[in-house]
Antibody, heavy 118, light 115 residues
Framework: QVQLQESGPGLVKPSQTLSLTCTVS??????????WTWIRQHPGKGLEWIGY???????YYNPSLKSRVTISIDTSKNQFSLKLISVTAADTAVYYC??????????WGQGTLVTVSS | QAVLTQPSSLSVSPGASASLTCTLR?????????IYWYQQKPGSPPQYLLR?????????ASGVPSRFSGSKDASANAGILFISGLQSEDESDYYC?????????FGGGTKLTVL
């Protein structure tokens, strides 16, 4: 059973960079069985797919966020991370890391609320 | 107009059945898409339920009861999540998802109340 845990600052100032890490247990981040994904949920609202990476380090991003997003893998720590630059209040959301196939997000972290505010 | 439109809420009695719709925007043909469904209970992350494209291309996630099934209504250009024998534990938000224009796109979700 894959387990995921998000970590990172809960408060980020406008125009700064949001950085989150997802620690993976129960599976190797090098496994070709999984895609490693970030999804966010604005307060009281629906889900937005941010992007994913996989064992080779390849990435795929939501075109609406592509210019601001980087997802990367740290194999030494069995972690993957999210960086979102130039944040605004519209980036306030619960951020989830997830894993599964390219289409099914089978395992999820509990989510972490990131608030963008000065 | 949103790519995927879901009714914001639905109330159904225990033991009854519910059909949750996911309508694709005009010009996007439901026949060509696999539609994925997720369930989210309050305070928890979403859980993958199933996907449906056709009766020959469908999958229910491991552990998901057979009470949950998918279908399509081509005349309405919509995907449908059907839940039979509703139980109180089914009270959740339900989201549909498709791959469209190089991104996974979610519907706005339907809050299902069982009362």
């Amino acid at each position: 059973q894959v387990q995921l845990q998000e970590s990172g600052p809960g408060l980020v100032k406008p125009s700064q960079t949001l950085s989150l890490t997802c620690t993976v247990s129960g599976a190797s981040i090098n496994s070709d069985a999984y895609y490693w994904t970030w999804i966010r949920q604005h307060p009281g609202k629906g889900l937005e797919w941010i992007g994913y990476t996989y064992y080779s380090g390849g990435t795929y991003y939501n075109p609406s966020l592509k210019s601001r997003v980087t997802i990367s893998i740290d194999t030494s720590k069995n972690q993957f991370s999210l960086k979102l630059i130039s944040v605004t209040a519209a980036d306030t959301a619960v951020y989830y890391c997830a894993s599964g196939t390219v289409a099914t997000f089978d395992f999820w972290g509990q989510g972490t609320l990131v608030t963008v505010s000065s | 107009q949103a790519v995927l439109t879901q009714p914001s809420s639905l109330s159904v009695s225990p033991g009854a059945s519910a059909s949750l719709t996911c309508t694709l925007r005009s010009g996007i043909n439901v026949d060509t898409y696999r539609i994925y469904w997720y369930q989210q209970k309050p305070g928890s992350p979403p859980q993958y339920l199933l996907r449906y494209k056709s009766d020959s291309d469908k999958q229910r996630a491991s552990g998901v009861p057979s009470r949950f099934s998918g279908s399509k209504d081509a005349s309405a250009n919509a995907g449908i999540l059907f839940i039979s024998g509703l139980q109180s534990e089914d009270e959740s938000d339900y989201y549909c998802m498709i791959w469209h224009n190089s991104a996974w796109v979610f519907g706005g979700g339907t809050k299902l109340t069982v009362l």
